[in-house]
């Protein structure tokens, strides 16, 4: 097996996931967002497990969707950026992407642009989120002006992004909601609206197509939330081994400035995992991690390569023995809340120097 990193990439847990979203938003279609390489689980590996059970991917960038195109994947592709030069939109259309259109500039790119292959167009509104989206008095006269654009195939549709919708008690959602369909109730459109915290959070949002993204890989989108508390099953365990057992005095440092002192004389495991592998530098002293599945504490800094471990609990502890950084029995979010962050983070990091295997 060697030392290398591993991510054990859980197929069966996925395919559980997306079974979730179809109980839970029966009445909407799926677009499955694959952005980040598949939030860091392997674009192809995820587009091919979903295979047609999925009603559409989005990617974030026509680069994602051309590299999709190129696997022979022929399913909708969703560009949720959408366009910025004529080059970039004639690349899109020839491959058959869909675009997000959020602004003025790309309103302008279709109707200058002949396009030989007309694209399907998803409007974005700006109900709250202020991020990408067209101001919503100008949705009606956006709408028309792609409807009657002879780049755009058929009729555009309608889409917005919510700001808040991972806190439950957070009223922006359904202000968001409430001024979306302000402009769905004027225009024969379909929608679409909701991101995993939606989906599990807001049903009334759910609209004609969801775009789950990580609640797919088995991650709570809510704060301090737990897989298990929404039915879903992590997808990636990330894992490595003990390469290394010292025994330290009382008083000695551990690691990179010494952040870390042994309270008595001790056992210290060294784990070949560090932020090289996507492992957060910022997990503090003390985040879980598990050794033959007993939970024990990390101590000191993290390494590019390596980690340390506080063995005083595990005094059979062996070189070679099996670590687990997250997965289905420590769950990512928790390391997440150890290193300040999101588990969003987390799964995107890991990095091309961990080996990544499928489980079926
Ligand atoms: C990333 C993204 C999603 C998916 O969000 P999750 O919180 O991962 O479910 C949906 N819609 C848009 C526009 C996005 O950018």
């Known amino acids: 097996m060697g030392s290398a990193p591993r991510a054990v990439i859980d197929l069966t847990a996925l395919r559980h996931n997306l079974e979730r ?34 009603d559409g991917l989005a990617v974030a960038r026509v680069g994602e969707g051309v590299s999709l195109r190129q696997a022979g994947i022929s399913s909708s592709i969703v560009v949720l950026e959408g366009c910025t030069d004529q080059q970039e939109l004639n690349l899109a259309a020839t491959n058959r992407l869909e675009m997000v259109v959020h602004n ?9 642009q002949k396009l030989n292959y007309p694209v399907v167009c998803w409007l974005k509104m700006d109900t709250g989120m202020h991020r990408l989206g067209l101001p919503l008095n100008s949705a009606l006269a956006t709408y028309q002006e792609l409807e009657s654009c002879n ?28 001024l979306f369909q302000t402009i769905t109730s ?6 679409s609206c909701a991101n995993s915290g939606a989906i599990l959070g807001w ?12 609640m797919l890989y088995g ?24 390469i290394a057992i010292n025994h330290y005095k009382k008083g000695d440092a551990i690691g990179y400035s010494g952040t870390w002192v042994c309270p008595e004389d001790m056992a210290v495991g060294v ?32 390494s590019m ?44 990091g890991v990095t091309a120097r961990v080996d990544f295997i499928e489980e079926q």
């Not at 279609?29 to 860091?40: D, F, H, M, P």
């Open 186 to 191: 004027e225009l024969d459109a379909e929608t």
């Open 21 to 54: 979203v179809r109980t839970l938003a029966p009445n909407s279609r799926i677009l499955a967002v694959v952005k980040a390489n598949a939030y860091g689980h392997g674009l192809f590996r995820i587009v091919t497990a979903l295979g047609t059970a999925v």
């Open 305 to 348: 390569d390596m980690i340390s471990l506080d063995l005083r609990t595990c005094p059979e502890a062996r070189v070679g023995d099996p670590v687990t950084l997250w997965g289905a029995d420590l769950p990512v979010e928790e390391i997440a809340e150890a290193a300040n962050t999101i588990p969003y983070q987390l799964l995107c």
């Open 203 to 214: 049903p009334e949002t759910h609209a004609d197509w969801v775009r789950p993204g990580i």
């Open 271 to 302: 784990v070949s995992i560090g932020y090289g592998d996507g492992y957060p530098r910022h997990a503090v002293s003390g985040t879980p991690v598990l050794l033959n599945g007993q939970r024990v504490p990390l101590v000191g800094r993290v």
């Open 104 to 112: 003025l500039e790309q309103i302008k790119l279709l109707q200058q």
């Open 151 to 178: 780049s755009v195939l058929g009729k555009p549709r309608l889409m917005t992004h919510f700001a808040n919708a991972d806190d439950l008690a957070d009223p922006t959602t359904k202000n968001q909601w409430q």
């Open 219 to 242: 991650v709570s989108p809510f704060m301090n939330g737990r897989p298990e508390d929404y039915g879903l099953q992590p997808v990636m365990s990330l894992q490595s081994q003990l």
